[in-house]
């Protein structure tokens, strides 16, 4: 029985060192040279468009010992090979590649160490653009037109897509000309100092062809065939009305609402007890004003308003004999009135004079707007 057993163990030991040397020959050819060492492998990448240009970047971790960072395009037809030096933890590397014809590519990324070794490969996808991509791009379209004696304003219509910036040139109304830039987000830009009357402008746009990229291409420079208004608007935020001859403030909100920007509001004449015409409004203009013409505004739906007298002065005494009178106009129908100014005379203050209604002794004005040229 003894020998039956170590028979059988004779034979199982020599059947696993057969297996054993089989195993061995089926891994023989993959170990041959000893255990394949890879070198750190980019940890991630990307690559920025640009104007037939393309940035590369990309970030390692301890990778120390690796010593270039190896980038194939073109089924690896094309290729450079980037000297690094790189700390411990997370570091970064940028290169542009240049001389990149417009289209997009497919890379291969990959590390060799100072040993020799080399890493896995990582691949990523990046675009070049040029003229084929610029010759798509338009100027952003321009809306209309403002223009006061301190400020211009452009509005424009929706950015078309890719659109980061807009470019003004204009005249300033001091004789110098200047550029300003405007974020795609926004719908109006406004021109500080204001542009000169009746002068023209040029525009352009500025366009990135992806969410990043590292070159901005430009459209070129468009001549606006619309010019700035001959006649400007005068800025008053910084006016006030002085005085009235009365008013009923509880019926339209009172004599300030002459320049509140509000056709809502209106001064009305006073009323219970109702005082007779003539009726008046003094306004500071808080400079001397070379005027064109005025809008005057009446209250909505109400014909009460009739002829209306505008006087210029240095002086706000309502009394004085130094008021010149600058025009005179009649409502006739709808609720705004014209009024061309007959004198250049100057004045800081401006009196607003109604003689007679159409429903004696009540008036009411909502709006008084002053232009110049």
């Known amino acids: 029985m003894k020998t039956i057993n170590k028979l059988l163990l004779i034979i199982l030991s020599v059947s696993v060192l057969y297996s054993c040397e089989d195993f061995m020959d089926i891994h023989k050819d993959f170990i041959e040279g000893g255990e394949i060492i890879y070198a750190p492998k980019p940890d991630s990448v990307s690559f920025i468009a640009g104007k037939n240009r393309i940035q590369f970047r990309g970030w390692m971790y301890n990778a120390v010992n690796v010593k270039t960072l190896n980038i194939l395009w073109n089924s690896g037809a094309d290729s450079v090979s980037v000297p690094v030096s790189f700390n411990t933890g997370m570091d970064s590397i940028q290169v542009i590649l240049p001389n990149m014809p417009e289209k997009s590519y497919t890379f291969n990324i990959y590390s060799v160490d100072n040993f020799g070794h080399r890493s896995l490969a990582v691949t990523d996808f990046g675009s070049s653009y040029g003229e084929f991509y610029e010759s798509s791009l338009s100027n952003r379209r321009v809306k209309s037109l403002g223009l006061t004696d301190k400020e211009g304003t452009i509005e424009w219509f929706s950015a078309p897509e890719g659109l980061v910036f807009n470019e003004i040139r204009y005249l300033q109304n001091n004789g110098e000309t200047t550029i300003v830039r405007m974020p795609a987000d926004e719908y109006v830009t406004v021109l500080d100092p204001s542009p000169a009357a009746n002068s023209e402008f040029e525009h352009r746009s500025l366009y990135i062809p992806e969410e990043e990229s590292v070159d901005t291409f430009y459209t070129e420079w468009e001549k606006h065939l619309e010019l700035f208004p001959a006649t400007y608007m005068y800025d008053r935020s910084d006016w006030r009305?002085?005085?009235?001859?009365?008013?009923?403030?509880?019926?339209?909100?009172?004599?300030?609402?002459?320049?509140?920007?509000?056709?809502?509001?209106?001064?009305?004449?006073?009323?219970?007890?109702?005082?007779?015409?003539?009726?008046?409004?003094?306004?500071?203009?808080?400079?001397?004003?070379?005027?064109?013409?005025?809008?005057?505004?009446?209250?909505?739906?109400?014909?009460?308003?009739?002829?209306?007298?505008?006087?210029?002065?240095?002086?706000?005494?309502?009394?004085?004999?130094?008021?010149?009178?600058?025009?005179?106009?009649?409502?006739?129908?709808?609720?705004?009135?014209?009024?061309?100014?007959?004198?250049?005379?100057?004045?800081?203050?401006?009196?607003?004079?109604?003689?007679?209604?159409?429903?004696?002794?009540?008036?009411?004005?909502?709006?008084?707007?002053?232009?110049?040229?």
């Open 241 to 373: 009305v002085l005085q009235v001859s009365d008013e009923k403030a509880s019926d339209g909100g009172g004599m300030h609402t002459l320049i509140d920007g509000n056709l809502g509001t209106f001064w009305h004449s006073q009323w219970g007890p109702d005082l007779p015409l003539p009726h008046w409004a003094i306004i500071d203009m808080a400079s001397p004003k070379k005027i064109a013409y005025f809008d005057i505004y009446r209250r909505r739906g109400n014909t009460d308003a009739k002829t209306v007298q505008l006087f210029v002065s240095n002086t706000d005494d309502p009394d004085s004999p130094d008021w010149v009178e600058i025009g005179e106009g009649v409502f006739t129908s709808g609720d705004k009135l014209t009024i061309e100014a007959t004198s250049t005379f100057q004045g800081r203050y401006l009196k607003l004079y109604l003689p007679d209604s159409n429903r004696a002794p009540f008036t009411s004005i909502a709006e008084v707007y002053v232009y110049g040229n």
